[in-house]
């Protein structure tokens, strides 16, 4: 029989910030909170489409961009997914790293970013759709 | 006491939004690390990794802890080249290959078409655990 939980917030028992749930083939169990994306942020021209968790968007110059999450990683040492694409250039590699000057290292709570196409270097460029996810610990 | 809830899906206490279960599980990374990849390679942080192997430049072996149920999973890949970004110009990858049901390859590469070490290269692997 189809059941339904109602609730709002779940909460490990032995341990508050863990809940096990059993993979999809049955045979082992997985983290939930340590498989959830903790923000993302799906933009374009230099504007928030769609996000979990930001605290917004500063525009540093064309291509150079850095997000911002309103509830801070645990550490900086968190994985990063990101694609970017979506071009209206004529070479239309868009390319999507991280980083953009020696002062400008991630932090718990913002990531710098450059964008761009591809080009002998990074040809840096604003327009273009770009996507971004946190994975790791929250704080 | 450890328990377990059985349950096909969740909702708010309001109603207003709901989840299937299979949808959560589904959706959610299976294993993420971020690593750093030049000189002694080593794992900065992760989650269900069991080990990296540098297997020269630019080229390295995720291994993963318990296994995915095929290896038909979907990698998902970030980081940077130079984790400070003072000379992030344009990179090549990280790329994911040579899927089996515990490891896969990463590869990363320079703004040529040669491979290059990266300094923090980061992946997520989503799919279906065995």
């Not at chain 1, 718990?108 to 770009?130: E, F, H, P, V, W």
């Not at chain 2, 992760?46 to 318990?66: K, L, R, W």
Request: hydrophobic letters at 35%.
């Amino acid at each position: 029989m189809a059941s339904q939980l109602k609730v709002d917030t779940i909460t490990g028992v032995t341990t508050a910030g863990s809940v096990a749930v059993t993979g999809e083939g049955n045979s082992t169990t997985t983290n939930l909170q340590q498989g959830l994306a903790k923000a993302w942020f799906a933009c374009d021209d230099m504007a928030i489409l769609d996000s979990l968790n930001s605290a917004g968007l500063t525009d540093n110059g064309t291509g150079d961009l850095t997000l911002t999450v309103t509830n801070a990683m645990n550490n900086d040492d968190y994985s990063t997914g990101m694609g970017a694409g979506g071009s209206a250039t004529s070479d239309g590699s868009m390319r999507l790293v991280e980083g953009a000057d020696a002062t400008t290292a991630r932090t718990t709570s913002a990531i710098r970013l450059r964008q761009g196409y591809k080009a002998t270097n990074l040809t840096m460029y604003d327009d273009s759709l770009c996507s971004i996810q946190f994975f790791g610990d929250l704080a | 006491m450890a328990s377990i809830l059985r349950v096909d899906t969740i909702t708010d206490a309001s109603s207003s939004n709901s989840v299937a279960t299979s949808v959560l599980f589904e959706g959610s990374s299976k294993h993420w690390i971020l690593m750093n990849g030049t000189g002694t390679v080593a794992v900065t942080d992760s989650y269900n990794n069991t080990s990296i192997t540098d297997n020269g430049t630019g080229d390295y072996t995720i291994t993963i802890a318990n296994n995915m149920n095929t290896a038909n999973f979907c990698v998902a890949t970030g980081g940077g080249y130079d984790e400070d970004g003072s000379t992030a110009n344009n990179r090549q990858g990280p790329g994911a290959s040579n899927k089996t049901t515990t490891a896969f390859k990463l590869t990363t590469g320079s703004n040529t078409t040669a491979a290059d070490d990266w300094e923090a290269p980061a992946a997520q692997t989503l799919g279906d655990l065995a």
